[in-house]
């Protein structure tokens, strides 16, 4: 880079921005790897050179020698050969108008001349040179050399030719003289002076106007003059009177044998008649008087119309303040003094004033000559420009091409000088950075303070991805190490891409995780990604689930084609399907069931989609359901029969049913529906299970059968019922006795020694007996059992005396009572 020169005064006033060098502070090595990296040397390189050389902007690599613009004493030979290209420049004309062969003292200077542009020639095979597209310094000998020789090589080479001694070597040829004009082509170092000039805010900008148009129209005029003179000397001496100057008579003195006059004399009638002509004030005087001066006349005046127009223009220019050079000038002007008046640092000064001079040399501030041109002509110009750059992204890498264009179209350009830093540590970041040309740094600084640099971000790097996708702190500094160019994306712009496409979010942070451990080395940043993965994961089922839910087709379809999973679930378990089952949506559920989505997935409370369906009543959801050939697969069917029995929900019941459920299912205490049904006294819930195929003969962890139950309940409907679908059942059981089936019938009960209120250490054990069918006779089958000798009656256990064996329930417990107790 170049080098900003800041001088101030005892009032602390600035006068010049120059060229930013950079000055920056960096870790361990890293201030002289700044300057490595801008000169482009390596390390070997480094090494066989003093530090004093590497800031001098010299370098010799394995290729030869490279010289940096910015060197100061190719600056000093730079001014010293504008001297020189001054010199060619007005000489030129002159030698070709007045000279056929120079004098010896004029040759000798000539020849000094031709020697110092040679050498110049060869210098520009060695000086490094800035790029017009990405603005980095170019240090390469290769394409150093392949732009010199496809500019200006030829045009300069022949310039320095020894065409006076060519000329006279061939006869003196008057057409190998004409070759001299291609000199001229030096007067483009007195332009780049002159545009250096506008630039420094020291010269008094009108007045460095000024002096270039003068010297504009001098130089014009100067020409035009030795083209006159050279017109008159083509005639033949005994032409003389038919040229201008010939035929020129002033006051009494008269041109006669012009040839003969003193040289200033004639060159100074010449720009007398060069200037008249231009300013077309001419007093009749001087005129043209053969044919090839009248020519040559319009074809000046013609010209002369034209630079007329030219000066007039940049004159009004310069009191309208309209030009490009002079806002900037008037920009640079009003940050002078705001720094100066806010006291600002030296190194916030010079970066201030490298971006100013880099937006004004640069061309990447023109984008805004583009705002008035449709955005759909804007996208298809920044899809040309920056595309490549975003393709080759690792971040962006398997990424759809849709989304990459929306990437391309909102990014911007920007360009940063070395030093620069774009990004602290722990800063909140709200953009999103993509290399396209240049070398960044990213430093991390420990608690001591200390700097270390984590890695290198060459082109195709991206920073900023981890702050802006996990909502954390940015964990490193990023700084520039040589001028950068760079395109940003805004967090608001990237964020609303990504809603849109789903599954290139998750393929950047598939990326992201993959490079976490070469890139960042930190395995703190792959659980904040992971996290964040999840994170989305979870919001975009919920946002999956939310179309489901209200039933909007439309948007879930664009969620499902735009990447998302319908097979997600969220933090419930709960899958599309199921919102759209237990809502009734047919149309979302035909359609996921065509993603092929899991129909008999189950969520955290064991419901499947079927079972939603079901139990919100939607049967059409529910036959579509089963004809795909969903399940319910309830986790313990048995209880939630039973809980449903409890509640009394006969519809939902008979659904379940429908749908091929068990009626026989069991809870924990070994109880079907149809226990709890004959127990409740729920007449219905009872018949829709025995038309079920529920079975009144299995028996629960107490040996109660449903019949039993209904008994206890009093239910006489109950019971009848349950005894007709008893005889129903036994009836159907094939290859079984009468006599299996009496005892079927049969109940028993357990009689105990001993009163239900005696203490538990006084207990003793019992029998089991089938119950007859008088009172009397399992009284003395009871005593003759136990030994028990003065039974007088059985008592339930709520001492609740028996007094007919009808009372007795199948598996009761009974206890024997004494005349003593």
Known sequence: ???????????????????LRDKIKSSRGSRFALIENELGLDSSARRRFSRQSVINGIKDLSQGLVIHPENRWYRAWEKFILIWALYSSFFTPFEFGFFRGLPRNLFFLDIAGQAAFLFDIILQFFVAYRDSQTYRMVYKRTPIALRYIKSHFIIDFLGCMPWDIIYKAVGRKEVVRYLLWIRLSRVRKLTKFFQNMEKDI???????????????????????????????????????????????????????????????????????FAIVTMA??????????????????????????????????????????????????????????????NRLGKDIRNQIKGHLRLQYESSYTDAAVLQDIPISIRAKISQSLYKFYIENVNLFKGCSAEFINQIVTRVHEEFFLPGEVIMEQGNAVDQLYFVCHGVLEEVGIAKDGMEETISLLEPYSEFGIISILCN???????????????????????????????????????NLLEGTESAFRMKQLE?????????QEAELALRVNSAAYYGDLQQLKNLIRAGADPNKKDYDGRSPLHLAASRGYEDIAQFLMQEGVDIDAADNFGNTPLLE?????????????????????????GSFLCMVVVKGDSDLLRRLLDTGIDPNSRDYDQRTPLHVAASQGIYLMAKLLLDAGASVL????????????????????????????????????????????????????????????????ARKCGVVLWIPDRIEKLIREASKQLNFSSCICLLSEDAGKILDVDMISDGQKLYMMSETD
């Open 1 to 19: 880079m170049g080098r900003g020169n800041s001088n101030a005064n005892s009032g602390g006033e600035e006068y010049e921005v120059d060229d």
């Open 613 to 637: 369906a079901i139990k919100s009543g939607h049967e059409r959801v529910a036959s579509l359901l089963v004809k795909e050939g969903a399940s319910l697969k309830i986790d313990n069917a």
């Open 280 to 341: 077309t004030v001419g007093y009749g005087d001087v005129h043209a008087v053969n044919v090839r001066e009248m020519i040559f006349i319009m074809i000046y005046v013609s010209f002369d119309m034209i630079l007329g127009a030219y000066l007039i223009g940049n004159m009004t220019a310069l009191i309208v303040k309209g030009s490009k050079t002079e806002r900037y000038r008037d920009k640079m002007t009003d940050l002078m003094k705001y720094m100066n008046r």
């Open 527 to 535: 659980s904040d990604i992971a996290s964040h993965i999840a994170k």
């Open 202 to 272: 020291r010269i008094n900008y009108l007045f460095t106007r000024i002096v270039k148009l003068i010297a504009v129209e001098l130089y014009c005029t100067h020409t035009a003059a030795c083209i006159f003179y050279y017109l008159a000397t083509t005639m033949p001496p005994e032409k003389e009177g038919y040229t201008w100057i010939g035929n020129l008579q002033l006051g009494d003195y008269h041109y006669i044998s012009f040839r003969d006059i003193d040289l200033w004399k004639r060159y100074t009638t010449s720009m007398y």
């Open 698 to 761: 299995l028996k629960d962890r107490w040996g109660n059968t449903p019949i039993d139950e209904g008994r206890i309940s009093g239910n006489k409907s109950m019971i009848n019922l349950l005894e007709e679908a008893k005889s129903a059942q036994l009836s159907e059981l094939p290859g079984v006795s009468q006599e299996i089936t009496d005892k079927k019938q049969r109940r028993k009960c357990t009689v105990f020694p001993f009163h239900p209120w005696e203490p538990k250490d």
């Open 472 to 510: 954390i702190p940015q964990p490193y500094t990023v700084r520039v190490c040589e001028l950068c160019r760079l395109l940003r994306i805004d967090k608001q712009s990237f964020s609303n891409i990504l809603e849109v496409y789903f599954h290139d979010g998750r393929r950047i942070l598939t």
